[in-house]
């Protein structure tokens, strides 16, 4: 099974112009305090990790000759460096909120750091790929379908459709490059499998967080629900096991999931609501 990227693919940073509410609503997604801090847990996430994955890109550009991938190249640090600034000002909300951001983020710096001073720059890059490729198969989940933000208040649904739409586009950019550079399966398979753990503790670890501070870590309701929503039958992560598991193949490649349609259409819906334009 094999596929490439789209001939006709393009990625390029867009210009947001919706605003955030500010305060943000405490349960922005329909009162649900599950739902609202497990989005909520991984944006605390990104802005660190978007900057990791533009340095491990950055880095093998050089390297780069087709003028075609330089610019996907180039778009693909345009959208993540874009992605990181929107969610810092999400991350001010919830620090206004009462949450412990710093507390939060500062192990995620702390493992950057040993990954920038002990791993060589493949296995940086390796990394990046495999976190690409869990934020592609969750952009995946949010594109296809709405009910995973049912209840969201408008603003934040956009936000978070228009971050899994730019991860769609450039979805197999570090890939590419790195099977460019280093081409080693094995290490990738090794960096998904660390990736995992930390995102699922990393998480996990943000979500507990901000329900002790909201007085909810006995709602026993809550955490049952949101259990169910993330891990029950057709649930959130249950229904990624399928394409999370393909990484693991030798002949893998990110567009043998092949949502290119479905990006062009959420792309239209984007432009519909007059949300997005592309930059000069």
Request: proline share 5%; no cysteine.
């Amino acid at each position: 099974m094999t596929a490439v990227t789209p001939d006709d693919l393009t990625i390029s940073p867009r210009r947001i112009e919706f605003q955030l509410p500010d305060p943000l609503p405490r349960y922005w997604h329909g009162g649900d305090p599950f739902k609202t801090h497990f989005f909520n847990a991984m944006s605390l996430l990104f802005p660190d990790g978007e900057r990791f994955f533009i340095d491990s890109v950055r880095y093998f550009r050089d390297r780069v000759e087709d003028p075609r991938q330089q610019q996907l190249i180039k778009g693909f640090i345009g959208q993540e460096g874009h992605h990181s600034r929107e969610h810092i000002e999400y991350n001010r909300r919830l620090e206004a909120q009462g949450y412990d951001v710093t507390a939060l983020t500062e192990p995620v710096r702390r493992r950057i750091r040993y990954a920038n001073a002990h791993f060589s720059p493949e296995r940086r890059l390796a990394a990046t790929v495999a976190m690409e490729h869990f934020t592609a198969i969750m952009a995946d989940a949010v594109l296809r379908e709405m009910r995973w933000f049912d209840g969201a208040i408008e603003p934040m649904r956009q936000v978070w459709r228009w971050h899994a739409l730019e991860e769609t586009e450039h979805k197999a950019v570090a890939f590419d490059l790195y099977m460019q550079v280093s081409g080693d399966r094995a290490q990738l398979r090794r960096a998904m499998r660390l990736s995992t753990f930390f995102f699922l503790r990393d998480v996990t670890r943000g979500v507990w967080h901000m329900m002790r501070r909201d007085g909810r870590l006995t709602d026993v309701g809550s955490w049952y629900r949101g259990m169910r929503w993330l891990w029950g039958r057709n649930g959130f992560f249950s229904g990624l096991w399928s394409a999370y598991r393909d990484f693991y193949r030798e002949d893998f490649h990110p567009w043998q999931h092949d949502n290119y349609r479905l990006m062009q259409e959420t792309q239209h819906e984007f432009d519909a609501i007059n949300m997005l334009g592309t930059k000069p």
